[in-house]
């Protein structure tokens, strides 16, 4: 299997003043990311609180369903066939009402999801090449992240 291959990467010379400028621009572009993010993480806690019951609510109809169509294989019925039906038929409306209890949220949500998605995939990787640190593959961890991996898996 031949060997994965690496970017080239071109060396860029900034002046030393725009230099400054870009590395500010990057700090204050990362920092925005990283508050949607945490703007987005906030709001979809507070859907979860708030819609909780809903969501509690198609999840017990949902195994409900599971539960019955498990026993209809095993014990074939013309009454468990109809509870699944019926079951189904909630499962819908009670799908319908979690949907349109997040709704506020979702339109909140998306576009955060979405600036965010465009920072990690256009706005940082064009600044990092700016910089003269274009992205390059790496398929292997180097020191640091070796060991800040081996922390988190202490600590869990």
């Not at 010379?13 to 945490?38: I, K, M, Q």
């Not at 909780?52 to 109809?61: G, M, W």
Request: charged share 35%; with cysteine.
């Amino acid at each position: 299997m031949p060997k994965p291959r690496q970017a080239q990467t071109e060396a860029v010379t900034v002046p030393a003043e725009d230099r400054l400028e870009l590395l500010e621009g990057f700090v204050n572009l990362v920092s925005e990311r990283w508050g949607y993010l945490t703007a987005r993480r906030l709001t979809q806690k507070d859907m979860n609180e708030k819609t909780a019951t809903e969501s509690k609510a198609a999840r017990e109809i949902s195994k409900a369903i599971g539960e019955n169509v498990e026993k209809l294989i095993k014990t074939p019925s013309q009454e468990i066939a109809k509870v699944v039906v019926a079951k189904r038929e909630a499962l819908k409306d009670a799908r319908t009402t979690l949907k349109d209890a997040r709704k506020p949220f979702n339109e909140k949500m998306t576009p955060l999801a979405s600036i965010i998605k465009y920072c990690d995939s256009v706005a940082i990787p064009d600044s990092l090449k700016e910089l003269g640190h274009p992205v390059v593959p790496r398929f292997s961890l180097s020191e640091w992240a070796q060991k800040a991996v081996e922390q988190t898996k202490k600590k869990a």
